[in-house]
């Protein structure tokens, strides 16, 4: 088992690192798969054109779930929409957000269909067929867009991905699940071969194609997990995808009830971003940096405590504590800056005035 684990792995690695290559250079040559970095879009932080499909990478290292069980097979499959969706998001940039939603609700449905992934036990209460369909639904499609959200700076996507399959592969070799444990070091090394080209210089981004393909891993291994031990914690699994989920919860209120605008339209107020912005000083490499700790501890403090529910409520609440009040503290520093900026624009066009005067 160990042999083909590690045989399994380094393929996946060595398949992502050569895809990322080819299509680094195939950008180079044929000025294709670019992000163009005069784009105004908010999410844009690069300073040069760079290839945008480095998701393909981990895609193509994950055909690999082919060998290794049905359950490697289904999940193949049931990912494909939600792949597809996202990559020709990045080759055409004209897919709508409700085209895209519209797509990956097949990869929403698809895991109850295909793996019974759906989870009734919710630790402090239970829920029937029906209703775990539908709450696993949601998870699904909304764990996509959250792995997007966060998205967007060198490594902060990739490394938070490794730690939370890291969890859940440590969780599976422990309870001696063997296909999740060589689906999860696959995406591992897959994602491993992407960050080498990714941080700390940004030679390639993920793309919506790739961060829908972890998204939905994330969401679904999560479920299974769940589903196949009932020793593990349903709250063991959201401490350990805490941080997309407060990210895509948090996002949704903040825009479609408090600022009542679209919650699909991008925009600079992210968490990352003032951390980005007012913490690192706009470094780029660095933000993953900031929030990579904070990300270990919690998944650490889970594995340690996977089937104590009131440990790992705990740590839910701990968590989103230190969400909100991170942002509170940012954005309260953003508006400062802001007001000041102002006042001195203010002073200087009276200034003009004056000397027009």
Avoid at 155 to 167: A, E, Y
């Amino acid at each position: 088992m160990h042999h083909r684990l590690l045989i399994y792995s380094v393929i996946s690695l060595l398949l992502s690192v050569c895809m990322q290559f080819i299509v680094i250079r195939l950008s180079i040559k044929r000025g294709i798969f670019i992000d163009h970095h005069e784009s105004d879009l908010p999410q844009k932080f690069h300073q040069k054109p760079t290839p945008r499909v480095g998701g393909l990478g981990i895609f193509i290292s994950c055909l690999l779930f082919v060998f290794t069980s049905k359950v490697g097979i289904l999940l193949l499959i049931a990912a494909l929409p939600a792949f597809l969706a996202g990559v020709f998001e990045d080759l055409y940039l004209n897919l709508s957000p409700n085209k895209r939603l519209l797509i990956m609700i097949a990869s929403g449905i698809l895991p109850a269909v295909l793996l019974n992934a759906v989870v009734t036990n919710f630790g402090i209460f239970n829920a029937n067929y029906s209703l775990g369909v539908f709450i696993s639904f949601v998870a699904i499609i909304g764990l996509i867009n959250g792995a997007n959200m966060i998205d967007g700076f060198n490594g902060l996507l990739g490394i938070t991905s490794i730690i939370i399959f890291g969890s859940f592969a440590y969780m599976a070799y422990h309870f001696y699940d063997y296909d999740l444990l060589f689906i999860n070091a696959i995406i591992i090394t897959a994602t491993l071969g992407f960050i080498l080209f990714n941080y700390p210089t940004g030679a390639i981004f993920m793309g919506d194609g790739g961060a829908y393909l972890i998204g939905f891993l994330m969401a679904v291994i999560a479920m299974l997990l769940s589903v196949r031990h009932s020793e593990i914690s349903p709250f063991f699994v959201l401490v350990c995808i805490l941080y997309p989920t407060t990210e895509v919860i948090f996002s949704f209120i903040r825009k479609g009830i408090i600022h009542n605008a679209s919650p699909f339209q991008p925009d600079r107020n992210h968490l990352h971003m003032l951390i980005n912005r007012y913490i690192v000083k706009k470094n780029n490499s660095k933000t993953i940096l900031v929030l990579a700790p904070v990300i270990l501890i919690f998944n650490l403090l889970a594995i340690c405590n996977y089937g104590n529910q009131s440990i790992l409520i705990l740590l839910v609440i701990a968590f989103v504590v230190f969400y909100v009040v991170s942002y509170y503290f940012l954005l309260r520093h953003q508006q400062k800056v802001e007001k000041t900026k102002g006042h001195f624009i203010s002073i200087v066009l009276n200034k003009l005035r004056r000397t027009r005067k």
